[in-house]
Structure formats: C-alpha cells, structure tokens
Nanobody, 117 residues
Framework: QVQLVESGGGLVQAGGSLRLSCAASGTFSSINTMDWYRQAPGKQREFVASIASGGSTNYADSVKGRFTISRDNAKNTGYLQMNGLKPEDTAVYYC???????????WGQGTQVTVSS
C-alpha cells in the first residue's frame, strides 16, 4: 500500500513563507512525477506545480516566481517552497504522485494553508 502524507501547512501573514512537504511511504519502485494542487473554499481543485523524475518543473502562472517545487528522490519526498504568500493562496494543498511500474496516481490527504492580510 502506498501513502502520501503532506505537512508544513499553517497560518501565515501576507508576504510570508511556508514550506510544504509530501512524503511517500509503502512498497513501490520509484516515483515518476510529483504534483501539487490546491483547492480553495467553493472552488475547484487547481494545478499549482509539478516536477518530473529528472527535475524538470512546471508552474501555474499564478505562482510563478513565488513558489518553487523540488524533490529528494532518496527520501521519496517532494517539497513546495512558497514565498511572497498572498491571501488568495489560501487553500487546502494536496500532493499527488505518479508511481512508476504500478502506473497509478496517489493523493495525499491535504494540508491547510491560510494567508491573512
């Protein structure tokens, strides 16, 4: 059984920073892509950032230049460094990962990020 667990969310003032982590555990070969999504109250879940196994990254326009996605393959952990946070970044942040060989996407349970103005 594969599990993803996010951590690092919290309450921060506008302009502040948070670092989210997403740790994968269980039995698997390797992780292909790791993604971060977010869902604000009353809104659909939206893409935030992704990182491929080789390190190439992709970002939503709304977070470019402020957020940085990274991963530590040895620790099977992904990260989302969020700087210059804005109230509109308030949401539950979810990580997802596509696991190689089993070729299946798993989701974490989410972590709340709240940015006060």
């Amino acid at each position: 059984q594969v599990q993803l667990v996010e951590s690092g969310g919290g309450l921060v003032q506008a302009g502040g920073s948070l670092r989210l982590s997403c740790a994968a555990s269980g039995t698997f070969s390797s992780i292909n892509t790791m993604d971060w999504y977010r869902q604000a109250p009353g809104k659909q879940r939206e893409f935030v950032a992704s990182i491929a196994s080789g390190g190439s990254t992709n970002y939503a326009d709304s977070v470019k230049g402020r957020f940085t996605i990274s991963r530590d393959n040895a620790k099977n952990t992904g990260y989302l460094q969020m700087n210059g946070l804005k109230p509109e970044d308030t949401a539950v942040y979810y990580c997802s990962a596509l696991f190689s060989v089993i070729n299946r996407v798993y989701w974490g349970q989410g972590t709340q990020v709240t940015v006060s103005s």
